[in-house]
């Protein structure tokens, strides 16, 4: 099993920045792709960004360009940097992690942070 924590949510003005990170932590895994996703109140969990074990990247439309998705296989943590934060961008992020044991692969998953755009 893998646990992960989510750190770096808080309330932020339109136009400023956040950064989130997200630490894994057990033993007798491998993790391969990481990612974030999202969830607003009312709307399904949507995928943010997504990055590979090797660091090949791709992000949602809505946030390509202002958002960078990075991550420090040494110390087991994948980060996302927040540009240009919108009123839209407002919801729960989760961080995931593909991870493989022995004995198959599973999805794992963070509590989530809340980030707040508002005015």
């Known amino acids: 099993q893998v646990q992960l924590v989510e750190s770096g949510g808080g309330l932020v003005q339109p136009g400023g920045s956040l950064k989130l990170s997200c630490a894994a932590s057990g033993s007798g895994f491998s993790i391969n792709a990481m990612a974030w996703y999202r969830q607003a109140p009312g709307k399904q969990r949507e995928l943010v960004a997504r990055?590979?074990?090797?660091?090949?990247?791709n992000y949602a439309d809505s946030v390509k360009g202002r958002f960078t998705i990075s991550r420090d296989n040494a110390k087991n943590t994948v980060y996302l940097q927040m540009n240009s934060l919108k009123p839209e961008d407002t919801a729960v992020y989760y961080c995931?992690?593909?991870?493989?044991?022995?004995?198959?692969?599973?999805?794992?998953w963070g509590q989530g942070t809340q980030v707040t755009v508002s005015s």
């Open positions: 995931n992690a593909d991870t493989c044991a022995v004995v198959s692969c599973f999805a794992s």
């Open positions: 990055i590979t074990s090797s660091g090949r990247t």
